[in-house]
């Protein structure tokens, strides 16, 4: 186990290293450049070629991507143009948000998608398994965006039951150690200040975790449906095993190997892909951050976080590939 964390540790130096590279061409190659965003309307031919005579970039490419590698590797990712502050000192502050949002996303999908997937196999043809088909077609087509507005407009305009946009209340006085709004209500005991700052992700939550839950829905059902006619669970019926045990021991823990790669994708997908909903509800993350970065022309803020988003995606991948470990125990063996 330890060796595979080793290698897929290892195998992320030259996956953000060509990374960068791409990156470092791409925004170069952006219409103006970081030059004229910078300047704006102040931008005159005198102005710019100071900045690139101060930052560098009238060098070599390769010396301005030499530079730029020296920096990445003292874990500096620039400064952002719009803000004035380190990009990853904005990341820290902004991540939290998309973190508990992405984990409130997944209970919804995961707590739905797997016992409705589940049961659906068990019971194929009936009046579930077809619900389950339908819910996960609405749940890849319907637009996230679309699907955010509606439930914002219901249940949040309408009918009140929810706030409409931000990580809390304005009026409400909390203390904020870890930024993590509902972690930091259970630790400083603000009780109120953490039942607001859950009741805040709910629309948000479920906006985001519709198309994971369609997709977990699917896997599991089809997973499910594999298993279960499987020879070893025909033969672990034909001994007399509880059902309980049946469902447990053979057919849920061998069909979870496939939907356990689904949703380690989905974490993946979630950090780096909740731009639409936070912007829909004004959620202070790491996606709408990003948003007003590629608005506002903030390349660094661009470099940074996506550079930072792979190195989260590809973390969650490695916990996913130690995990199965965990549940199969051959595969440890051959780990």
Known sequence: MLRLVVQRLLLLIPLLLGLSVLLFA?????????VTAMLGERYTPEAAAAIEAEMGLDQPVWVQYGKYLGQLLQGDLGTSLRTGRPVVEEF???????????????????????????VAARRAGSVVDHASVVVSLVGVTVPV??????????????LGWFPSAGRQSTTMVATHPTNFYVL????????????????????????LGSIPLAIVARMTRAAVSEVQNADY????????????????????????????????LQVGLLLSGAVLTETV????GIGS???????????????????????????VNL????????????????Q
Request: charge should be positive; charged fraction near 15%; hydrophobic fraction near 60%.
């Open 145 to 158: 965006f679309f699907l955010a507005f509606i439930l914002k407009y219901l249940f949040a305009v309408e």
């Open 233 to 264: 669970v025909r033969t672990a019926r034909a001994k007399g095993i509880t059902a309980a045990r049946l469902r447990g021991d053979h057919i849920l823990r061998n069909a979870m190997l496939p939907v356990l790669t689904t949703i380690g």
């Open 26 to 34: 791409w925004v170069r190659a952006l219409p103006g450049g970081p």
């Open 184 to 207: 930091d209500g259970l630790l400083t005991a603000e009780w109120d200040a953490a039942w607001d700052a859950l009741v805040h992700l709910v629309l948000p939550g479920i906006a």
């Open 92 to 118: 820290l502050v902004r991540f939290p948000a998309t973190m508990e949002l992405t984990v409130v996303a997944l209970v919804f999908a995961i707590g739905i998608g797997i016992p409705l997937g589940y």
């Open 289 to 315: 951050f990003l948003a007003q970065a590629v608005f506002n022309a903030d390349y660094p803020v661009l470099q940074g976080f996506v550079l930072l988003i792979a190195v989260v995606y590809a973390l």
């Open 319 to 334: 916990i996913v590939d130690v995990s199965y470990g965990l549940i199969d125990p051959r595969l440890r063996r051959q």
């Open 281 to 284: 509800f004004a959620f202070s």
